[in-house]
C-alpha cells in the first residue's frame, strides 16, 4: 500500500485551495455555546411537509425557475416550495428543475446564462464558484435592496452565515444551512472500557489533540496481534482535515486586504504538524485503520459496524448515522491544538437569483418563500442527506441526531466553522 508522501499531499491540497482563489471573510464572533438541554421536556417531532396541490397555470402569469442539486427527500421539499409558493401567487407559476450534484447543476445555470435562458434563482456552492467570482461574472443579483423596501429580517439569520455571501458591501445570496464538524462517537465502546466520554461543551479547553490521542489509544484494543478495534477512523475528505489545520492555529491559505485568497498557506509549521498529527493516528499510534480498511463499504458503514470509536464528520451526516439503529452514539466538539481555539471547516451554500433573471422581483417573492421559518422546517423535518444545521438562529440544533441530552454539538459549534479555503475563508471565532 503506498503512503502518501507530505510533498504528494501538499501538492494537490494546493490544487484544491487555489482552485477559486476566493475571498475570505472578517474574523466574526463565535456563536455562543448552547446551555445544557434539559431532561425534562423532549421537543415535539417537526412533521414533514405534505404536498401542495398544483394551482392551474394562468397563461399570461410570470414563469419562474429555481434550479437546485439536491436530491433525495430534499427534491421534494423543494419540488414542493414551488407549487406552494405558485398556490399562494396566482400570477406566478413557478417551478424547481432539479439537477443533482453541485457542479453538474451549476454547470447547467451557467450554460443556460450564457445561452440566454437563464434561470431565476439557483443554489450558490461556493466551493465551485465563490461569492466574488459569482458577481464578477454576473451570475447573482444583488438583494440589498429589497432587503431595505421589505423591511427584510436579515437579522433572524446566523450573521456568520450572512456575512459568506456578502461581497464588497453587497448581499448576494440568502443562506440555506451552516455546518461545522462534529466528533461521532460510539457511546457503548466507550462505557464498555470505561473511558470518559468527550466533553459537550464546545468552549471546553481541555479536550485537545493529546487528549483525542490518549482516547483513541484507550479505545483501540488488539488480540493476537491484530487490531480488532480502532480508537478513530480518520476522515480524509478536506473540510476534516482543514479542521485540524485551523484548530492547530494554521490556515489553509494566506489572504490579501481584500480577503482574496493569494498562495497555499500549508507549509507553515501550524499546519504541518497538524496535518501530521492526523498522519500519525493512523501509521504512528496505529489508533486509526489504514485507508483500504474503509474503502469497500465506506467511512459511516465502517463505522456502522461498532469496531471504530470516534470519527469526525459533518452534521447532514447525522441521517446516515441514524441508521444504525443498534449502536448507542452521539456527537462532541473537535479537539483543540495549540490554536487554543476551535476552528472548523465547513461548507454553507445559498440560495441566489441569477443576474440575468427576467423577473428578479417575482424571484425575491420566491426567494423569501423558499428561506422563510415554514421553508426551512419542513426541510429539517425531512432529515434528508443533506439536511445541515440551517442558517436560520432559531432552528439552530433542531433534529440533532438523538434525543440523548449530551447531543449539543451540531448546534453549540455553529459559530466556529470555517468555509473552504478556495472559495472563502471564513475564520469565524478563529483568530
Known amino acids: 500500500m503506498k503512503i502518501l508522501s507530505r510533498r504528494s499531499f501538499l501538492a494537490w491540497a494546493g490544487t484544491v485551495a487555489l482552485v477559486a482563489c476566493g475571498p475570505t471573510a472578517k474574523p466574526t464572533e463565535p456563536a455562543k455555546a448552547a446551555e445544557p438541554a434539559k431532561p425534562a421536556e423532549v421537543a415535539k417531532p417537526v412533521e414533514a411537509p405534505k404536498p401542495a396541490a398544483a394551482a392551474p397555470v394562468k397563461a399570461d402569469a410570470v414563469k419562474l425557475s429555481l434550479y437546485n442539486g439536491i436530491g433525495g427527500a430534499n427534491q421534494k421539499v423543494y419540488e414542493n416550495y414551488a407549487k406552494e409558493f405558485s398556490a399562494a401567487n396566482p400570477g406566478i407559476a413557478a417551478e424547481t428543475v432539479t439537477v443533482v450534484g453541485g457542479q453538474p447543476m451549476t454547470d447547467k445555470v451557467i450554460t443556460l446564462i450564457a445561452g440566454g435562458t437563464p434561470p431565476d434563482l439557483f443554489i450558490l456552492y461556493q466551493e465551485i464558484v465563490p461569492v466574488n467570482a459569482a458577481v464578477e461574472r454576473k451570475l447573482v443579483h444583488a438583494i440589498d435592496d429589497y432587503i431595505k423596501v421589505d423591511k427584510y429580517d436579515i437579522e433572524s439569520f446566523l450573521p456568520q452565515a450572512v456575512e ?229 438562529r432559531e432552528f439552530q440544533g433542531i433534529r440533532e441526531p438523538r434525543t440523548s441530552q449530551k447531543c449539543q454539538g451540531l448546534r453549540a459549534g455553529a459559530g466556529l466553522r470555517r468555509a473552504g479555503p478556495g472559495p472563502r475563508q471564513v475564520a469565524a471565532g478563529v483568530p
Do not use: C
Request: positive net charge; aromatic residues 12%; charged residues 20%.
Open 164 to 392: 459568506l455571501n456578502r461581497w464588497e458591501g453587497k448581499l448576494w445570496a440568502l443562506p440555506r444551512d451552516y455546518g461545522n464538524q462534529n466528533v461521532y462517537y460510539n457511546i457503548d465502546l466507550f462505557e464498555k472500557a470505561k473511558v470518559p466520554l468527550p466533553p459537550t461543551d464546545w468552549e471546553d479547553k481541555t479536550w485537545t489533540f493529546e487528549k483525542y490521542l490518549e482516547t483513541a489509544r484507550a479505545l483501540t484494543l488488539q488480540e493476537g496481534g491484530k487490531t480488532t478495534q480502532w480508537g478513530v477512523l480518520v476522515n480524509r475528505a478536506w473540510r476534516p482535515w482543514a479542521t485540524f489545520v485551523y484548530s492547530n492555529g494554521g490556515v489553509v491559505v494566506n489572504r490579501d486586504g481584500r480577503g482574496v485568497a493569494t498562495d497555499v498557506a500549508l507549509t507553515q509549521p501550524a499546519a504541518v504538524e497538524s496535518l501530521q498529527f492526523m498522519q500519525d493516528l493512523i501509521y504512528k499510534h496505529k489508533v486509526a485503520p489504514t485507508p483500504d480498511a474503509d474503502a469497500d463499504m465506506g467511512m459511516q458503514n465502517f463505522f456502522g459496524t461498532g469496531k471504530v470509536a470516534m470519527v469526525i464528520d459533518n452534521p447532514t451526516s447525522a441521517s446516515a448515522y441514524r441508521r444504525f439503529d443498534k449502536m448507542n452514539w452521539d456527537v462532541a466538539p473537535i479537539p483543540v491544538g495549540k490554536g487554543g481555539k476551535r476552528g472548523t471547516g465547513g461548507g454553507g451554500i445559498a440560495w441566489a437569483i441569477t443576474g440575468a433573471s427576467k423577473n428578479p422581483d417575482q424571484a425575491w417573492k420566491f426567494l423569501k418563500h423558499i428561506t422563510s421559518e415554514k421553508a426551512q422546517l419542513q426541510e429539517v423535518a425531512v432529515g434528508g442527506h443533506d439536511t445541515f444545521p440551517p442558517g436560520r
